[in-house]
C-alpha cells in the first residue's frame, strides 16, 4: 500500500512538472496541491509550486508559498524546511 501511495504521490508532482515545462501553470499549482492534499509536509510539491508562481512573476506567491510549507513543517513533524527548499525560494527571490 505504501508503494502504491508514494507511486500516487511522484505522478501527481510528475504531472505538475509536466504541465509547468509547457506553461500550463494553473494545472501544474493544481496537481501541487492534490499532492499537499494528501501529504501537507511534501516539500517537493511546495518547491514546485514556488516555482510555478516564480515563472507567473507572482514573488508574493513564492513567499507565501514558502511561509505555508514552513509553518505546516513546524506544526506537523517540529521541524523546519530543507536546505534544498530553502535555497530553492532565496534564489527565486534573488531571480525576481
Known sequence: RQ???EMHMQNLLDLAGIYRK???FLKS???CQLALAEDS?????YRISMQVHAD????AAVTRQFELCRK????DIGAEPSPK????????LEQS
Open 3 to 5: 508503494k502504491f501511495h
Open 85 to 92: 527548499t530553502i535555497n530553492l525560494y532565496q534564489n527565486l
Open 72 to 75: 505546516i513543517l513546524q506544526q
Open 41 to 45: 509536509c511534501h516539500e517537493e510539491a
Open 29 to 31: 499549482i493544481d496537481y
Open 56 to 59: 507567473m512573476g507572482n514573488r
Open 22 to 24: 509547457e506553461n500550463e
